[in-house]
């Protein structure tokens, strides 16, 4: 079975400019989340939905920063304009419905603005 | 604000050793905690627990909930160097089965010497 699938999984950019992260998760699952990783702050929850629909936003660091989920295979993080200290490595995770509470992480996006 | 803490924040052994990690919460609608370990890569799921007093185990790693306490402890008995890794404790919170927000430890990083 395939895993959560992101891409790309390198990401390098200059500040300013417009960075978009891709998300499929697993198939089935209802449930996605997006987190961040850096060596400061360790992993932190930046926004998850359940049935397509954003459940908790609060981890969104601030407006530059917007996530969707078009359907149930796909959903995007975007961030725009980009800035150094958005340098992190960008997981995706999935769970499946009637969770067991397990989520199911993607190899991650390790982004890099310069 | 939900609150999860790890220690040691880092650990060194050698191969052989039994370690000991802990996790310890203040969360409100405390659902279960889970363990995950991550190396180079995303993390992934070790164990999942609900309850109180019951051990979870997997070949040479094992878990236990206290409620009371409000901690868990992940222990790993002779140790081997392909368990240099970082432990991640995690907890689940909210309420009904559309909820997934996972809050993070800060991860103890353990190095196994041979």
């Known amino acids: 079975d395939a895993g959560v699938i992101q891409s790309p999984r390198h990401e390098v950019t200059e500040m300013g400019q417009e960075v978009t992260l891709r998300c499929k998760p697993i198939?089935?699952?209802?449930?996605l989340f997006w987190y961040r990783q850096t060596m400061m702050r360790g992993l932190e929850l930046l926004i998850y939905?359940?049935?397509?629909?954003?459940?908790?936003d609060s981890g969104m660091p601030e407006d530059r920063f917007s996530a969707k989920m078009p359907n149930a295979s796909f959903s995007t993080l975007k961030i725009q304009p980009s800035e150094p200290r958005d340098s992190a490595v960008y997981f995706c995770?999935?769970?499946?419905?009637?969770?067991?509470?397990?989520?199911?992480f993607g190899p991650g996006t390790r982004l890099t603005v310069l | 604000e939900d609150k999860v803490v790890q220690s040691p924040l880092s650990l060194v052994v050698h191969e052989g050793d039994t370690v000991t990690l802990n996790c310890s919460y203040e969360?409100?609608?405390?659902?279960?905690l889970l363990w995950y370990k991550q190396e180079k890569k995303a993390p992934t799921f070790l164990f999942m627990l609900?309850?109180?007093?019951i051990e979870k185990k997997s070949g040479r790693l094992s878990s236990i909930l206290d409620k009371k306490e409000l901690s868990s402890i992940l222990n790993i008995t002779a140790t081997q160097t392909g368990d240099s890794a970082i432990y991640l404790c995690?907890?689940?919170?909210?309420?009904?089965?559309?909820?997934?927000?996972?809050?993070f430890g800060q991860g103890t990083i353990l190095t196994v010497h041979p």
């Open positions: 939905f359940n049935n397509n629909v954003p459940i908790d």
């Open positions: 198939s089935g699952h209802n449930s």
């Open positions: 995690a907890v689940r919170v909210g309420g009904g089965t559309s909820y997934g927000k996972l809050t």
């Open positions: 609900t309850s109180s007093g």
């Open positions: 969360v409100t609608n405390f659902r279960s």
């Open positions: 995770a999935s769970s499946p419905r009637d969770s067991t509470d397990t989520q199911y």
